[in-house]
């Protein structure tokens, strides 16, 4: 292992895809770096490009996708390797899915499965082949391995699977691991178990994470650093444990304030009006999130947001600096301040959906009616 | 044994009319008991959820009281009347749809492809109320609008809908009906965090202005205190705790709670395997969950996770 | 699911109705050529007797197999009857009969597999191996055993057919009225209090509705060229009425004695407009799979 350079570099990932003739672009200008034995969260709702940046990463994408940009998995670029180089990258960069269903052959048994790469690329002996497999079975705390090898996957619930195929996925050595949604589909019980199973590998096997999920809470929890995405744009990368603290872009506020808090329940949730949006909805010459943007101000209409550096972070917006350290959630509260500048984790209390601020907010719709009580007119623009 | 309060409703009041009240409801499918012995109350205009994991039964609670599974035993009662059995004729069946309705998780095949939201509305509106056009068409108006759609959006076909606004024609039309109760099974689990939040509100604001009870039915912890009064908690069948919600996830009494509890993830916190690593004393496929391990706060209780 | 589907449709795209010239389109030029002979044949098949320009039943034996002429572009068939105008005037028989196969085929089948996906259970099984018990006779065989016991003609023909080819329509249908069962929407219109009959014909079949008018397609070529063949036995329709399949039989003779053009003319009037209706049947199929939810 290397230990020169980040172990991973996206630098200026753009993807367009085919859909129905048309050509959309689903990622824009796309930049990470995971350094060895690193997990960086990936966050985002739907149409924010997360899945199919790993996608990317791993060569998965379908016919026809025009990609730009460069990907150096150690050094070398990913986009150009074919044949054995691509066979042998693929046993450094493993991935795991949502649905482990969907993943794997319903005919064959289990440890056909697990075993395949193994024997085919690796030239791994049959029985030695399998031996390993039941080690990887056990590191994922499935005892009765042997067992397990002779089962066909819909023998298994959704939680044993899911840890099946981490242990598959482990069986080449990898040195990244890709995890799309892993735990979406999972009790949340079950859920802590697998990233608690995946926290101990990878601090164990010093294996490199990039762990994508629209759980930001969740992501920062297990990650040491976290993306946020938003219509195909990486717009904040930051420390997770200052992810909620002090947050860089108003987005990664909105979304950790959109939730409702375990621990208290509060009158009105802070909704962000309008939907989330994907990169080809989104305005092109524009801050993509503005529309929806309680920040948003002109010159976050007039061009496309810098990426600006704070603090070892990032943040893709206009006003980052300025609104440096305001932006931080510190959790639901009653009170109702709802000024420009103030913590934003000033929830609903007695307001509504949240409103513009009075300096003239452009893009997004304005209340029919002032913010007391529930207005019906407002109802109908939260869409989504 | 777990301490699960033995009064279903520590709060029932006499005078409170109940909307719904469930008692020793059983189902079995076979040798599976997927609901053993569940019992509880629901007031008008309260909100109560039913907490669990796959497999606890809370889908099976759900889909007995709106009558699309029958009871092995026990009995169902909402607005006064029983319905434990199923509904021998439609007349029946619309009546009781009048009285309890239910939105689904899956916005994606909640509504007929070929219908527009419009249509979809109107139908059920015509099953069960005015006959009018008339009446009919302002009853829809009103109903996009409490949901929060467009007149455009009511014309559209749902291929043209995101999730959530899918989600909102799936209560509006089950509002129709004006159900004097709404399961929502997990409805808003399938929906963008942002988006949630929104339905989420409208689900609140639908509950002040029309006075209907909530059943919800979830897995999470945070969506269940921010919108339910009562919990109950069931797992595998069973209701291993009730009680307020905020009392429930502040002050679990069920080692199961709290390992659910202890299970949302947030910040700061950090997951903990509780089955171990290199092979020592796993289970791996659940057995009977062993006795809890006694420690108040951090440690949950071991247990087999999955099967 | 398509890595494509993970992009969200876009908000209030202006709301594309399924028209008829719009799946016509999806099918691809193959289908919308198919459906252009389709067009014609079913003009002729109605107006054929009134286009055709010779009387198509009043022969010349002095005639018998003259080839193409100014007059008569066509020539003569065996009984020296102008062969165009007995072309243009049997497709009429010769698209009735499948019209009415289909007709009941689809009908029954429709009805059979929604009823036997909805209630499912016992219902179910016995109506799936009844219909098994049926496909265990090929069409043709049925139709000469309603010959031998009817006597021949084309509607007996047409019912043995009928009946044959229902459990084909019927075990595609059940897989597609199962799957719109299992769908949510069902089950919401169900505890709404919807009658199951309201909600069979108003939401199931009008949602299996494309796959239907495939397999019509398809089964109305599969039903021409087997009643063709009926009539070529002389257990069809009778001569000396226009009918291609009973052309083929009346002319075979030309084909050994040098003047084929009758007997392969009726045959290539079959055969356009049954590959026509495969393809365009086939087309309808994909269009149908391929439906977007």
Not at chain 1, 287 to 310: G, K, L, Q
Not at chain 2, 153 to 179: F, K, W
Not at chain 3, 261 to 281: Q, Y
């Amino acid at each position: 292992m290397t230990n020169a350079g980040p172990l991973l570099e996206v630098d200026g990932l753009s993807v367009h895809l085919r859909v129905e003739g048309n050509e959309r672009p689903v990622l824009r200008d796309v930049s990470l770096s995971i350094s060895h034995g690193e997990a960086l969260g990936l966050v985002g709702e739907s149409g924010s490009g997360k899945s199919m940046t790993a996608r990317a990463i791993d060569r998965l994408l379908p016919d026809g996708a025009r990609v730009e940009g460069s990907i150096r998995f150690d050094g070398a670029e990913v986009g150009a390797l074919s044949g054995g180089d691509l066979r042998r990258y693929r046993l450094r960069v493993a991935m795991i899915f949502q649905d482990p269903r969907a993943h794997v052959n319903p005919v064959r048994r289990i440890g056909d499965f697990m075993t395949e790469v193994l024997r085919t690329s690796l030239r791994v002996p049959r029985r030695e082949a399998g031996r390993r497999a039941v080690e990887a079975l056990a590191e994922v705390g499935i005892a009765d391995g042997g067992r397990r090898l002779d089962q066909y996957p819909h023998e298994l619930s959704g939680g044993l699977l899911q840890r099946v195929m981490i242990a598959a996925a482990l069986l080449t050595e990898p040195d990244l691991l890709l995890a799309d949604e892993p735990t979406t589909a999972l009790d949340v019980t079950t859920q802590a178990e697998v990233m608690a199973i995946l926290d101990e590998l990878r601090s164990r096997l010093g294996l490199a994470l990039l762990f994508i999920t629209h759980n930001l809470e969740l992501a920062a929890a297990v990650c040491d650093r976290t993306a946020v995405m938003y219509a195909g744009q990486i717009v904040e990368v930051r420390l997770s444990s200052l992810l909620h603290a002090d947050p860089l872009h108003p987005y990664t506020a909105a979304l950790a304030a959109a939730r409702p808090d375990v621990d208290r329940s509060s009158a009105r949730l802070r909704a962000i009006p309008g939907r989330p949006l994907s990169s080809f909805e989104a305005p092109q010459n524009e801050c993509a999130f503005a529309p929806r943007c309680e920040y948003a101000r002109r010159p976050c209409t007039e061009a496309s947001p810098p990426i600006v550096r704070i603090d070892g972070g990032l943040s893709r917006c206009t006003r980052a600096m300025e609104l440096r350290g305001t932006l931080g959630v510190a959790g639901h509260t009653e009170a109702t301040s709802q000024g420009e500048v103030g913590p934003l984790g000033a929830a609903g209390g007695g307001a509504d959906e949240p409103t513009v601020g009075p300096g003239g907010q452009l893009g997004a719709p304005p209340p029919s009616a002032p913010p007391t009580g529930r207005p019906a007119g407002t109802l109908a623009r939260s869409e989504g | 044994m777990s301490q699960v309060a033995l009064d279903p409703t520590p709060r029932a009041d006499p005078a409170e009319e109940q909307i719904l009240e469930v008692s020793s409801l059983v189902k079995r499918f076979g040798d599976l008991v997927a609901v053993d012995d569940v019992s509880f109350r629901l007031a008008r205009a309260r909100s109560m959820a039913i907490v669990g994991e796959s497999g606890s039964g809370k889908t099976t609670v759900a889909k007995m009281i709106v009558g699309l599974e029958r009871p092995t035993s026990g009995t169902i009662v909402a607005c006064g009347r029983d319905r434990s059995r199923p509904a021998r004729s439609t007349a029946l069946r619309r009546a009781r749809g009048r009285e309890a309705q239910i939105v689904f998780q899956d916005p994606y095949t909640s509504l007929d492809p070929r219908q527009t939201v419009e249509r979809t509305l109107d139908e059920v509106i015509r099953l069960h109320h005015q006959p009018d056009a008339a009446d009919r068409r302002e009853r829809v108006r009103t109903l996009t609008e409490l949901v929060g759609l467009d007149a455009r959006q009511a014309r559209a076909l749902p291929r043209d809908l995101s999730g959530g606004q899918r989600q909102r024609v799936a209560i509006a039309r089950a509002l129709a009906a004006e159900p004097r109760v709404l399961i929502l099974d997990e409805a808003v689990a399938a929906l963008d965090v942002s988006i949630q939040a929104q339905v989420l509100n409208l689900l609140a604001d639908i509950r002040e202005e029309t006075g209907v009870s909530y059943v919800l039915i979830s897995h999470d912890l945070a969506v269940v205190r921010q919108i339910s009064e009562d919990t109950i908690v069931m797992r595998e069948g069973k209701v291993v705790e009730r009680g307020p919600t905020a009392q429930v996830l502040d002050a679990p009494q069920d080692p199961y709670t709290r390992l659910l509890r202890e299970s949302v993830p947030r910040p700061g916190w950090r997951p903990v395997r509780r089955l171990s690593g290199a092979g020592t004393r796993t289970t791996g496929s659940g057995g009977p969950p062993p006795s809890p391990a006694g420690h108040a706060s951090t440690n949950p209780a071991t247990s087999g996770g999955d099967r | 699911m398509s890595i494509t589907a993970a992009l969200p449709v876009g908000d209030l795209a202006p709301a594309k109705r399924s028209s008829v010239l719009g799946t016509l389109r999806a099918t691809g030029p193959a289908g919308m050529a198919s459906a252009v002979v389709i067009g014609a044949a079913t003009f002729v098949a109605v107006f054929g007797v009134v286009i055709a320009p010779y009387d198509p039943n009043l022969g010349n034996l002095t005639q018998a197999w003259l080839g193409p002429s100014a007059s008569h572009l066509l020539g003569f068939d065996a009984q020296g009857r102008d062969l165009l105008s007995r072309l243009l005037a049997g497709a009429w028989t010769s698209m009735l009969g499948p019209l009415l196969v289909v007709g009941i085929c689809i009908g029954a089948g429709t009805a059979l597999a929604v009823l036997a996906a909805w209630r499912g259970g016992a219902l179910d099984t016995v109506v799936s191996s009844g219909l098994n018990v049926v496909f265990a006779f090929p069409g043709i065989l049925l139709a000469i055993l309603a010959a031998a016991i009817f006597g021949a003609g084309l509607i007996a023909a047409s019912l043995a057919l009928a009946i044959a080819y229902t459990p084909y329509v019927a075990r595609v249908l059940r897989g597609a009225a199962l799957r719109e069962r299992g769908q949510q929407y069902v089950a919401a219109l169900e505890v709404q209090g919807v009658s199951a009959l309201r909600i069979c014909i108003r939401h199931i079949v009008p949602n299996i509705a494309p796959l239907i008018v495939a397999q019509a397609t398809i089964l109305f070529g599969y039903a021409m060229v087997t009643l063709a063949a009926i009539s070529f036995l002389g257990l069809g329709v009778q001569p000396p009425a226009p009918n291609w399949g009973v052309m083929v039989s009346e002319n075979q003779q030309g084909i050994l004695q040098g003047t084929p053009l009758p007997a392969l003319a009726a045959g290539a009037a079959i055969v356009v407009v049954v590959v026509a209706f495969n393809v365009l049947g086939e087309r309808l199929f994909e269009v149908a799979r391929r439906g977007g939810r």
